[in-house]
């Protein structure tokens, strides 16, 4: 895994914004309140406005020591030198990601509620597995559904870090936790908060292994 780069805790993913100041203002607000790890995710942005962003991103989380990870294209975090990609079911290989990043990045896949696909992205090479959606999510209404037992099983089987999404709250995000979730991956519970600052603090309040 990527030197120095911890998946665990508050793992930030940013809302659909195209106002770079207005997401830059926000990312600073969750990583003040003590997020971990930040995914830059805007499904709305072209090409020249997510370079923007994300580059932005890269310096903002720099600023607090906090790794950035990319959301579905290898090529925008190698551009800007971010610490990583996510890569959902048809994002590409691990392998050809591996191979543009280099051994120092982290790849982290989404595994859905499939353990298979995650013992097969571990053994590709993954650095890290994301489970989801465990509660019904308004970013994805439709995600298919993950349980904590699946937490469980992959906690026993895989030796990486072990991320939760989906419809995540401090409420119910403790159970995940206990369940074998490494880190909390969340939109909408921080972003959408009226004080951003402390819907982050209270995440990252909570007890993470």
Request: charged letters at 20%; aromatic letters at 6%.
């Amino acid at each position: 895994m990527g030197l120095n780069v911890r998946i665990s805790g508050l793992y930030a993913i940013t809302p659909d914004e195209r106002d770079t100041a207005e997401l830059l203002r926000k990312v600073r607000q969750v990583l003040l309140g003590g997020a971990q790890v930040v995914q830059y995710r805007n499904k709305l942005a072209d090409a020249q406005l997510r370079f923007e962003q994300a580059g932005a991103l890269r310096v903002l989380t720099r600023e607090f020591g906090v790794p950035l990870i990319v959301n579905d294209d290898a090529g925008l975090a190698k551009q800007v030198d971010a610490d990583g990609v996510h890569l959902g079911g048809t994002d590409g290989s691990v392998a050809a990601a591996r191979a543009l990043l280099g051994a120092a990045k982290v790849i982290g896949v989404s595994c859905y509620n499939r353990a298979p696909l995650a013992f097969e992205a571990v053994r590709q090479g993954a650095d890290y597995v994301a489970f989801g959606a465990f509660f019904p999510s308004g970013v994805k209404p439709d995600a298919v559904k993950a349980t904590p037992e699946l937490l469980q099983q992959a906690r026993r089987e895989l030796n990486v870090p072990i991320v939760a999404i989906g419809g995540i709250t401090v409420q119910n995000g403790a159970e995940l936790l206990e369940a074998g979730a490494d880190a909390l991956a969340v939109i909408s519970a921080v972003f959408a908060a009226a004080d951003i600052q402390d819907a982050a603090r209270q995440f990252a309040e909570l007890k993470y292994p």
